[in-house]
Each structure stands twice: as structure tokens, then as C-alpha cells.
T-cell receptor, first 114, second 116 residues
Framework: DVKVTQSSRYLVKRTGEKVFLECVQDMDHENMFWYRQDPGLGLRLIYFSYDVKMKEKGDIPEGYSVSREKKERFSLILESASTNQTSMYLCASSWLLPEGDTQYFGPGTRLTVL | AQKVTQAQTEISVVEKEDVTLDCVYETRDTTYYLFWYKQPPSGELVFLIR??????QNEISGRYSWNFQKSTSSFNFTITASQVVDSAVYFC?????????????FGRGTSLIVHP
């Protein structure tokens, strides 16, 4: 079974703090994704990566950065957390196929910024 | 540009009722993929089905069935004899090659509440 793990289920941070959210997958997937989920807005793509050290902006990259130094690990960084970044953050991974493929999701990290 | 619309924000049913979740999509591509995911209260999205644009056969898996109609750009999901464990948010997603890569676009989700 594909396993995608996220470093924390719940996280509380203060405004201005630097926040790291870690995601690890064990299926050797090329693609990895970070989404945020807010009520009524569905899933919005922040960043994705199709290879080590490669990254592409999604729909809402402002205020976020990412790092992919190893194939299995994809980190989301909030350089200076703000209250409007309070949200549920979901990581996903998938194979890199020309026709696209099923995404496998982690359990999510519910981040609260005070 | 691709777009997925799930017009039903929330549906409430009583156990054993049948329920259909609607999904309408927009794409200019002839090759695309459609997905349904379930997000139970625990938060983790679980893959339910993937269907490519060339396969219009309906699919049934236990109490779940999917009706894909290209003529109306719809990919609806029906749960027969619903159960309390079906309570979740359900997301429909579309993946096509627009923009140069197959990055899925998700609908906003339909929250299904099944009462005992």
C-alpha cells in the first residue's frame, strides 16, 4: 500500500514564525503536491514537484516556498506565518505518467496561526 | 482551462436512502481523466475511482456506482442504500494536459451526511 505521511496532524504557531511542514512518501513517486483546504473552497494547489530539486507554482504560491532534496520528501515552508495561513494542509504524491495518475494523500496537517 | 463544478454543497439523507452526487466538468482536451475521492472526518482523502475519457462504461463497485456521460460532461456518483459510514466530503477531480502537465483540478466538494 502507498503510504504518505505528514510530520504533524495538528500544529499551532505564532504570527511571524517560520513553519516547516514535512511530507514523506514510500512509493518512489515522481510527483509530489501541497494543497491547502479551506471550507467552501475545496483543495487549492500551492506547489508541486515532478523531480528532486524541481518545483512548480500552483494556484496560490504566495507566502509559501517548498524544498525537495530527496525524492521521497517534500517540504512546505511558511517563511513568516500569518493568521490567513490557518488551514488544513494536504500532501499528495503520484506517478509521473503522460496521462496523469491517481494521487495518494497524507492525513493532513491542521495548522493554526495565532 | 479545466474546471470542475460540484453544485451540491451539502446533502443530508437518512440511512438506506440512495443518493447521487453530481459532478460537471469543462475541458478542451479529448484525453482527460476523472476521479472521485472520499474525505472522511479523519481528514485523509481516499481514492475511489479513476476513469479516462475514452471509457464511457458505467462502473459499479458494491454500493457505489458511477455514471460517465461525455455528452453532458458529467461524472456522477451514486451511493445505493447509504450508511452512516458514508458520511464524508466527496471530491470530484479532472486531470488533462492543459498547461503542459496533468495536474488535477478539484471541485469544491460535496458534504454528505447520512443520519441513522
Amino acid at each position: 500500500d502507498v503510504k504518505v505521511t505528514q510530520s504533524s496532524r495538528y500544529l499551532v504557531k505564532r504570527t511571524g514564525e517560520k513553519v516547516f511542514l514535512e511530507c514523506v512518501q514510500d512509493m518512489d513517486h515522481e510527483n509530489m503536491f501541497w494543497y491547502r483546504q479551506d471550507p467552501g473552497l475545496g483543495l487549492r494547489l500551492i506547489y508541486f514537484s515532478y523531480d528532486v530539486k524541481m518545483k512548480e507554482k500552483g494556484d496560490i504560491p504566495e507566502g509559501y516556498s517548498v524544498s525537495r532534496e530527496k525524492k521521497e520528501r517534500f517540504s512546505l515552508i511558511l517563511e513568516s506565518a500569518s493568521t490567513n495561513q490557518t488551514s488544513m494542509y494536504l500532501c499528495a504524491s503520484s506517478w509521473l505518467l503522460p496521462e496523469g495518475d491517481t494521487q495518494y494523500f497524507g492525513p493532513g496537517t491542521r495548522l493554526t496561526v495565532l | 482551462a479545466q474546471k470542475v463544478t460540484q453544485a451540491q454543497t451539502e446533502i443530508s439523507v437518512v440511512e438506506k436512502e440512495d443518493v447521487t452526487l453530481d459532478c460537471v466538468y469543462e475541458t478542451r482536451d479529448t484525453t482527460y481523466y476523472l476521479f472521485w475521492y472520499k474525505q472522511p472526518p479523519s481528514g485523509e482523502l481516499v481514492f475511489l475511482i479513476r476513469r479516462n475519457s475514452f471509457d464511457e462504461q458505467n462502473e459499479i463497485s458494491g454500493r457505489y456506482s458511477w455514471n460517465f456521460q461525455k455528452s453532458t460532461s458529467s461524472f456522477n456518483f451514486t451511493i445505493t442504500a447509504s450508511q452512516v459510514v458514508d458520511s464524508a466530503v466527496y471530491f470530484c477531480a479532472l486531470s488533462d494536459i492543459s498547461g503542459g502537465s496533468y495536474i488535477p483540478t478539484f471541485g469544491r466538494g460535496t458534504s454528505l451526511i447520512v443520519h441513522p
